[in-house]
């Protein structure tokens, strides 16, 4: 894989002005993006595991994902989408576009928005995505 330009990942929320299913929009003005996937082990060691060597459970983990994302907003439409997400608490779908890798699809909670500007200096603002059910992948 060559080196992508880290502007190209893209993060897109579901929904537009008016509520449309599998429409998303962009969130605009993203200058740092960042995709943790995770996965914890279950710890399956016991007397008689060979040579005391721990052992892990296949496919028994918690699968989760992370997003965090800081920048300036630049359009109404993601500005409200986001916004109306964290007050709602409720799990919205997104999609997460890395390129020469793939896309990243599902609910997401909005753990975290920040917002936070110096006098003479734009409005900025920092958002944190937890997953909050299956996450689907493609390969591009």
């Known amino acids: 894989m060559t080196a992508q330009a880290g502007k190209d990942m893209l993060l897109k929320i579901e929904g537009a002005p008016v509520a449309s299913p599998g429409v998303f929009t962009t969130v605009a ?32 983990g918690v699968k989760s994902a992370a997003v965090s994302g800081q920048g300036i907003f630049r359009d109404a439409a993601s500005d409200a989408l986001v916004r109306e997400a964290f007050f709602d608490q409720a799990a919205k779908r997104w999609r997460l576009i890395v390129p020469d890798f793939g896309v990243l699809e599902g609910p997401f909670l909005v753990a975290a928005l920040e917002y936070a500007g110096e006098h003479e200096g ?19």
């Open 122 to 140: 734009e409005a900025t603002f920092a958002l944190s995505l937890a997953s909050a059910g299956a996450i689907g992948f493609s390969a591009i």
């Open 29 to 60: 003005g993203l200058r740092a993006r960042t995709i943790s996937l995770n996965a914890k082990t279950v710890d399956a060691t016991d007397g008689d595991s060979a040579g005391r060597w721990r052992e892990l459970l296949a496919g028994a």
